[in-house]
């Protein structure tokens, strides 16, 4: 599953309009659960009711997770952040305890505030997963000219170079013949989150040389997206711009 981006009501109607069984069957969630849309709690609360959950790290939620630690929160709740903040505070009863200033948002949220199950979600997100078949899931990408394991969290969380990578290949090597598209860690495939697919037009996933990318936008306009990996079917939400018509701006 792509990223999330606080939107609970595409998170359940993902999984309902894929027939997943929250008992039995295994949800990769490729990071960024929070920041965007302002049901960040409810999203973890859900994920929590899987069984076989593995949660990946996103940058947004490496963010949530340093303001947990610390108190402060080092993108100042910019970039959808405050509608975290928004969300954790309607559950503590203090929804209108939020402001904005020129140097980003004042909330009258405490890392206190967080339950400790939602703290240790947090903490405990992988900054990747290898599965038995060789497949890699990672939330940005990682750097295909090193060796895979070792390399700085930042790369897991940020780094798009994979995917332009891949996107290059496609457009200029694919036609030749035994071409391959070289990583110094060979994966069978790559699924990554992180930038969306929106970015070229289309809000489904998208597909360059073994990379699969599985961000369709739901931070923004676009849909949430559940891949069954060996079959590559996949479902969608309607436009989580239509689930969330008053999302605020930030």
Not at 10 to 28: H, K, M, P, S, Y
Not at 180 to 187: L, S
Not at 193 to 215: I, Y
């Given at each position: 599953?792509?990223?999330?981006?606080?939107?609970?009501?595409?998170?359940?109607q993902?999984l309902d309009r894929?027939?997943?069984?929250?008992?039995?069957?295994?949800?990769?969630?490729?990071?960024?659960?929070?920041?965007?849309?302002?049901?960040v709690?409810?999203c973890v609360?859900?994920?929590?009711?899987?069984?076989?959950?593995?949660?990946?790290k996103?940058n947004?939620?490496?963010?949530f997770?340093?303001?947990?630690q610390?108190?402060?929160?080092?993108d100042?709740?910019?970039?959808g952040?405050?509608?975290?903040?928004?969300?954790y505070?309607?559950?503590?009863g203090?929804?209108?305890?939020?402001?904005?200033n020129?140097?980003?948002?004042?909330?009258?949220?405490?890392p206190?505030?967080i339950p400790?199950?939602?703290?240790?979600?947090?903490?405990?997100?992988?900054?990747?997963?290898?599965?038995?078949?060789?497949?890699?899931?990672?939330?940005?990408?990682?750097?295909r000219r090193?060796?895979?394991?070792?390399q700085?969290?930042?790369?897991?969380?940020?780094?798009?170079?994979?995917?332009?990578?891949?996107?290059s290949?496609?457009?200029?090597?694919?036609?030749?013949?035994?071409?391959?598209?070289?990583?110094?860690?060979?994966?069978?495939?790559?699924?990554?989150?992180?930038?969306?697919?929106?970015?070229?037009?289309?809000?489904?996933?998208m597909?360059a040389?073994?990379?699969?990318?599985?961000?369709?936008?739901?931070?923004?306009?676009?849909?949430?997206?559940?891949?069954?990996i060996?079959?590559?079917?996949?479902?969608?939400t309607?436009?989580?711009?239509?689930?969330?018509?008053?999302?605020?701006?930030?």
């Amino acid at each position: 599953m792509g990223d999330i981006h606080g939107a609970w009501k595409a998170l359940v109607q993902c999984l309902d309009r894929a027939g997943f069984d929250r008992g039995t069957d295994e949800l990769i969630q490729l990071g960024d659960v929070a920041d965007g849309h302002d049901d960040v709690y409810r999203c973890v609360e859900e994920l929590l009711d899987i069984k076989n959950l593995i949660a990946i790290k996103g940058n947004h939620d490496d963010w949530f997770a340093e303001y947990i630690q610390t108190g402060i929160h080092p993108d100042q709740w910019l970039q959808g952040g405050a509608a975290t903040a928004r969300s954790y505070l309607r559950e503590n009863g203090k929804e209108d305890a939020i402001t904005h200033n020129h140097d980003g948002y004042i909330t009258g949220l405490n890392p206190a505030d967080i339950p400790e199950h939602h703290q240790t979600f947090f903490k405990r997100q992988h900054l990747y997963y290898i599965d038995t078949l060789n497949n890699c899931f990672v939330h940005a990408g990682f750097d295909r000219r090193q060796l895979f394991k070792g390399q700085s969290p930042d790369i897991y969380l940020w780094d798009r170079r994979l995917w332009k990578s891949a996107l290059s290949f496609n457009a200029t090597q694919r036609s030749v013949v035994n071409a391959v598209f070289k990583m110094e860690t060979p994966f069978k495939e790559v699924f990554i989150g992180h930038t969306s697919t929106t970015n070229w037009n289309t809000d489904k996933p998208m597909h360059a040389a073994n990379v699969w990318n599985l961000d369709t936008g739901a931070g923004h306009d676009g849909r949430l997206t559940i891949m069954d990996i060996t079959t590559k079917e996949f479902w969608q939400t309607d436009k989580v711009a239509d689930l969330y018509p008053l999302r605020p701006k930030n």
